[in-house]
């Protein structure tokens, strides 16, 4: 904010001091619900969804509750995907229901519904396309503002392929700008301009990205192939003759026509190699990361400049771990230009930054490093003849042995500035991991959470770090899936009790 006054100060401060009173020791995190479905949960900014979308439930009150229960759908309405549409700040909307969140959730017949986030009312309805393509993925092409509707890639039944019929179209791409929800174009990924080896799409922050079985990576200038190749721009709920077809767009059956036609290769603006197409750009100034592309370099990490390719000084980053889990290394989401480099028992955050006596290149240097609580030994396995010799051969284990502490997750809460890490150790059946925030910009150890519940290493987990909220959501065999809530509540040292955030809240803000 710009005024002493203004919604974005005060804003700040409060999360200034939840921060705080997260991180003091008199502040403890208390599971207060727990929930087991027969499908996926999913999570989004304070809303728990059950049933494939058709129950939703609050985790800011107290104790969770109930927002909205619709009726068992059928099989066609399934929801494929979704996205939480947030009011964007400082814009005049044209419906009094834009300045709520909502939710934009894909069926399984091609509908794009905005729903109402707190009652599962439907707001708006679009229908995409008939049969003739399977739309069903959601992602952001720019956070709130614009939105991609992705088809799953077209491909021909066995009968037609044994016939000699040729399909050229791979895959459907349809753009819309979000609050207000308009229709910005759909255009085709052909096999005829692209080529015949591409494997997936993706549109993020106005570039095309084209991937190949290969291992390359193609990127164009999506806002050039709008200027180019658009046809014609249309309007939602506009009636238009296509094709000698008359219908309204974005209505059953006409739904949205491919106005955008890519009939010649667009510009390349960049090209790279790397194993199983892993890519990233960031970092300031840009630079970017692959993994060679031969197997015998899985787990090595190249930084080079985006300018002319240079590789950075010490741009080789491999942490040598022996382990069943390979690890991973992103640009960190604070925008601070830093890399992240997680290992099993190691994470790195780096950063960039000139070389000395030398402006034009940029090296990597370590910023801090967080590492896990393990001893390092060797251990002996003891065996015992048949004469009674006792015979010891010594083996190093690995690196992600459950008995050792592991990271398994680390994220990033943006509101609050923490640094979030999830470590687990598992001795036979029983699994006991925490949840620890440390200072983004130091690496200092702030707070560390134990999470109640066994982990068991081998199922799916993924932990929510929101605020004065933490969520774990497990999977296990066979479709089972739970949901642990966590709240934070803080002791008032007089008689041992708990605070309530609510409380907490409405006594510092």
């Not at 208390?30 to 996926?40: E, F, I, L, Y």
């Not at 390359?216 to 709008?226: E, G, S, W």
């Amino acid at each position: 904010g710009f005024y002493a006054r203004d919604a974005g100060v005060a804003h700040r401060k409060n999360l200034g001091l939840l921060r705080k009173i997260i991180c003091q020791e008199s502040t403890k995190f208390k599971n207060v619900w727990t929930t087991h479905s027969a499908s996926p949960i999913a999570y989004e900014r304070g809303r728990i969804y059950l049933d494939n979308y058709q129950c939703c439930i609050s985790s800011i009150a107290q104790e969770p509750r109930i927002l909205y229960q619709k009726p068992k759908c059928s099989k066609s309405e399934k929801i494929e995907d979704a996205l939480l549409l947030e009011c964007p700040l400082g814009e005049m909307l044209p419906s009094p229901s834009d300045y709520k969140s909502s939710l934009i959730v894909l069926t399984v017949q091609n509908w794009l519904l905005r729903l109402s986030a707190d009652s599962g009312e439907i707001l708006e309805k679009i229908y995409l396309a008939g049969s003739c393509c399977k739309f069903r993925y959601l992602s952001w092409d720019t956070p709130q503002e614009v939105m991609v509707v992705k088809s799953a890639q077209n491909k021909l039944p066995a009968a037609a392929r044994q016939a000699g019929i040729q399909q050229s179209v791979l895959f459907y791409l349809a753009v819309f700008q979000v609050l207000p929800l308009s229709f910005i174009g759909m255009l085709e990924i052909n096999k005829k301009i692209f080529g015949n080896s591409v494997t997936d799409v993706a549109i993020s922050n106005r570039i095309l990205i084209v991937m190949y079985s290969m291992g390359l990576v193609r990127l164009y200038n999506f806002q050039a192939i709008l200027e180019q190749f658009m046809e014609q721009p249309l309007d939602l709920g506009r009636e238009f003759n296509w094709n000698g077809q008359v219908g309204v767009v974005g209505k059953y059956p006409f739904g949205l026509p491919c106005n955008i036609k890519i009939t010649d290769t667009p510009p390349l603006l960049f090209e790279a190699s790397s194993l199983e197409n892993a890519f990233q750009i960031g970092g300031y100034p840009w630079h970017y990361i692959i993994t060679p592309n031969k197997k015998k370099h899985k787990g090595v990490f190249h930084i080079c400049s985006l300018k002319d390719n240079a590789l950075a000084k010490n741009g080789i980053q491999d942490m040598k771990c022996c382990s069943l889990e390979p690890d991973w290394i992103y640009f960190h989401p604070d925008m601070s230009g830093r890399i992240i480099h997680v290992g099993p028992n190691l994470i790195k955050v780096l950063k960039l930054k000139e070389v000395k006596n030398n402006t034009d290149q940029m090296e990597i240097a370590e910023d801090f490093t967080i590492v896990a609580n393990r001893e390092n030994c060797v251990n002996n396995a003891v065996t015992v003849t048949a004469s009674g010799r006792v015979v010891k051969k010594r083996f190093n284990l690995l690196d992600d042995d459950p008995e050792q502490e592991t990271f398994k997750i680390v994220d990033y809460e943006d509101e609050l500035d923490l640094l979030s890490t999830v470590a687990v150790t598992q001795i036979g059946a029983d699994g006991k991991a925490h949840l620890d925030f440390h200072c983004n910009e130091h690496g200092i150890l702030l707070k560390s959470i134990p999470l109640l519940e066994s982990w068991d290493v081998t199922y799916s987990h993924e932990v929510y770090f929101d605020k004065d909220l933490v969520l774990h959501i497990e999977q296990k065999p066979n479709r089972r899936f739970s949901c642990y809530v966590y709240q934070m509540v803080c002791d008032t040292a007089k008689d041992d009790e708990f605070l309530p955030v609510s409380r907490v809240r409405s006594c510092s803000v």
